[in-house]
């Protein structure tokens, strides 16, 4: 990022042209082409004008992963890490099951810190509160309301206490019965500890109850064993964050989901039309949709009547030009006091294919072996990188199960932008062209090769080199 970005300039203003316009963006790129780098530039540059939510989609299996990454993701983003979340926090994360998704992060070294915090915050508020109060003589028992961490008002006649801000009386203690297994225990109160019977104290900011003694929030452990699967109404609330919290700072939001593709994973057949259904009621909000699979992005975004179809703007993330790229070489090695000849990054650049990734990884490697390389050493660079990469490759081509995808594989390393006609077939034993092309189709479904050349220009280096051998 800073000074070391460049060669995105046209992109980038794309995007940013795009977001002002109140629309959505998709960024496709292969891996190593640049597109986190872009994003998250395009924070750094912009972070005055509007509020980036960066979220980071890789690995999520179902619907609830996907909701805790996206929450935990936009306060964090947002608000910073949860022990230091202030007032404007918790005002917008009001949703009970979505407040245990953030506390669930909380480390236990830190949390008679923050939970000093919280009760200071709480605390504070009621005095501000009864400062604006005609004094009443007698005081009753100071309360925190469980659900908003406000301020509970005593009113006499009802022998209750109110809450102004969520309009309710609050509930009277909460009771909790323990797991079947451990039934023969009698239910038991939320202000004793189900573990070691010690009182535990209500943090008011996060509203759960924490035991000192065993170091931990008891209760939202036994609430976890029969917790209820996730309501509409907490589905909506949870994609609704950036939306409010895009009202609250009166500005615009801009999510940033990478590798969005990764949604697939999730066996419910309606998540798609549920977040579109959601992001479209978004006004103040701009959604990025980033990834490395042409194919599953298309089928999401481009095809027609799917669910996602016209919502966003496609762009896609192509090589950096050879001309920047050798100019970024020698402005790098010139700055750190070296020298690199034109014959040298036109090597590097040359087997990099144009991504950044990898002309910023040789590079790195080169400089260790000489500031001022020789031709001979920045080959040996070249021979280095696809060596610290080959346990990858190696479970890459693992699970590559077919002979002929492998052969195809092969061929293609070995005779890149050879036209894949009937002489190319017979050449390398490919059956027939229709078996080709739908090796080809099958491979870009996984993201191996796009436009019938392979994705990954050192994942060829290693093919020629290691396949063989």
């Known amino acids: 990022m800073g000074e070391k970005f460049v060669g995105r ?5 794309q995007v940013l042209r795009t977001i002002r316009l109140g629309e959505s963006s998709v960024i496709v790129s ?22 980036f939510v960066p979220i980071d989609l890789t690995g999520i299996t179902d619907e609830s992963t996907l909701l ?13 890490n949860v022990e230091s979340f202030k007032a404007d926090a918790w005002e917008v994360l009001v949703n009970q099951k979505l407040r245990r ?10 949390v008679r810190l923050f939970g000093a915090r919280f009760v200071e915050f709480s605390a504070q508020k009621m005095i501000d509160r009864e400062a604006e109060e005609k004094p009443t003589g007698k005081r009753p028992d100071i309360r925190m309301c469980p659900t908003c961490g406000g301020p509970l008002k005593w009113i006499e006649k009802y022998s209750k206490h109110y809450c102004y801000r969520c309009k309710r009386y609050a509930p009277v203690r909460r009771t909790v019965k323990l797991p079947v297994s451990m039934s023969a225990a009698p239910p038991l109160d939320e202000h004793i500890c189900p573990r070691c019977r010690n009182e535990l104290q209500f943090v008011h900011k996060y509203s759960e109850y924490y035991c000192d003694k065993c170091d931990r929030y008891p209760m939202i452990e036994f609430r976890k064993e029969a917790q209820e699967n996730l309501t509409p109404t907490d589905v909506a609330e949870a994609l609704d964050l950036p939306e409010r919290i895009a009202n609250q700072k009166a500005t615009r939001a ?3 989901l990478d590798e969005f593709q990764e949604i697939q994973a999730i066996e419910d057949p309606a998540i798609l039309d549920t977040l579109r259904e959601r992001f479209e ?26 669910p996602f179809s016209d919502f966003a703007y496609w762009l896609e993330i192509e090589p950096i030009s050879e001309a920047i790229l050798q100019r970024f070489l020698m402005d790098g090695f010139a700055s750190a006091k070296g020298k690199i000849s034109k014959d040298a990054t036109e090597l590097i650049v040359g087997v990099s294919g144009g991504i950044p990734y990898y002309v910023q990884k040789i590079a790195h490697e080169l400089f260790h072996i000489s500031p001022s390389p020789t031709l001979r050493q920045t080959e040996n660079a070249i021979d280095s990188v696809v060596k610290h990469r080959s346990p990858m490759y190696s479970v890459l081509w693992e699970s590559v199960r077919s002979p002929l995808h492998r052969k195809y594989l092969l061929a293609v390393a070995n005779e890149p932008k050879i036209p894949h006609g009937e002489d190319f077939v017979r050449r390398h034993g490919l059956r027939s062209r229709s078996h080709v092309q739908r090796t080809e189709k099958q491979l870009e479904m996984r993201g191996i090769i796009r436009n019938n050349e392979i994705v990954d220009p050192i994942f060829v280096l290693w093919l020629r080199s290691t396949a063989y051998s």
């Open 9 to 13: 300039s046209e992109e980038m203003s």
């Open 30 to 51: 292969p891996n190593g082409m640049g597109k986190s780098s872009l994003l998250a530039e395009l924070a750094r540059r912009n972070a005055s004008e509007f509020v």
């Open 68 to 80: 805790n990454a996206m929450t935990r993701g936009t306060m964090k983003a947002v608000y910073g």
């Open 101 to 110: 998704v953030v506390i669930d992060g909380i480390k236990p070294d830190s």
């Open 254 to 256: 801009v999510v940033m």
């Open 281 to 306: 009621m978004h006004g103040n909000v701009s959604y990025i949709f980033a990834g490395n699979n042409r194919q599953l992005l298309s089928r999401i975004f481009q095809e027609k009547d799917s």
